[in-house]
């Protein structure tokens, strides 16, 4: 009966995911189509077929100019610039999330409760409200249109985040087996890195990805922090510029969105089990 029971509510489940699944994915294939469309084919709808949506004769002109053509110098340099600052924003919120979970979780000191609070309202606080006094104070310090000077910022919301997730997991890892180490001769800092940081291993893992996420996405920091030597993707497609002034960019902004979009799918279908396996492993008590 409750086999029974439970196949219907996955079967119930499955239907309803459909029109989520369809109302995102539509979207993607909107974009897909028209970064396919050429030049002309954007402006008549003779020459795409279910009601305009998907060009009759694919063309892969967009594609072109932002690796090969006019908007290389443009696309390029921010592709690079928003791989090296979003790695190493994720790489160091992920370092020291871990030790500031662990002490958080370990540990019983005065302020514990305030950290996470305080963690939470940053990550809730509104990024545009924050752009001004940092803008002016990278000016004043040289820290404008640098890549360390977008670290900094993107660590504000990759950071909080960071700890709250992996303060999670360390709370479901029993402390008897890190003691266990210990009484066998470990150092605190071994039975972290050999005992702790594997059985951690999947909540940090699903961390990262998001943190990746939050710092890949942003547009705000980006656009107002940045000139041309550190700007990433999503600002640097609000820069795309036409043939002329009176066209619009928008096959090569599609184009653009459409292979920024594509590493955040390759690591979602690759890695989907490993961070299903986190996000549940830090939600069940063990």
């Known amino acids: 009966m409750d086999d029974n029971l439970s196949t219907k509510v996955k079967s119930w489940l499955g239907v309803a995911a459909i029109p989520i699944i369809l109302w995102t994915c539509v979207p993607l294939l909107f974009i897909l189509a028209e970064s396919l469309k050429s030049t002309t084919a954007l402006g008549d709808p003779t020459q795409n077929t279910f009601g305009n949506f998907w060009p009759k004769d694919i063309s892969w002109a967009n594609y072109q100019l932002i690796f090969t053509g ?5 696309f390029l340099p921010a592709l690079w610039h928003s791989v090296v600052v979003c790695l ?3 790489v160091i919120s992920v370092v020291l999330a871990m030790f500031c979970a662990y002490a958080i979780s370990r540990l019983d000191f005065p302020g514990k409760k305030v950290i996470l609070t305080t963690a939470l309202a940053v990550s809730f606080f509104p990024v545009i409200a924050m752009v001004t006094p940092i803008f002016n ?4 310090i040289g820290l404008f249109d640098t890549i360390p000077g977008l670290i900094i910022p993107y660590l504000a919301l990759t950071l909080p985040l960071s700890i709250w997730i992996l303060s999670a ?3 479901q890892i029993p ?3 890190e003691q266990a180490a210990q009484v066998d001769g470990a150092t605190h800092w071994q039975a972290f890195v050999k005992v702790v940081a594997p059985l951690a291993a999947p909540g940090v893992f699903t961390t990262a990805i998001i943190a990746f996420f939050t710092a890949w996405n ?3 920091f980006s656009l107002n922090l940045t000139a041309q030597n550190a700007r990433t993707v999503p600002a640097a497609l609000a820069f795309f510029t036409g043939a002329s002034q009176f066209t619009q960019p928008t096959g090569a902004i599609c184009a653009a969105a459409v292979v920024v979009t594509i590493p955040v799918v390759i ?3 690759v890695f989907q089990k490993r961070i299903v396996a986190g996000l549940t492993s830090g939600a069940v008590k063990g």
């Open 175 to 177: 402390w008897e087996m």
């Open 267 to 269: 690591l979602v279908l």
């Open 218 to 220: 942003d547009f705000v």
């Open 137 to 140: 104070l990278w000016r004043q």
């Open 88 to 90: 190493a924003s994720t």
């Open 169 to 171: 997991f360390f709370q």
């Open 70 to 74: 006019g908007a290389k110098d443009l």
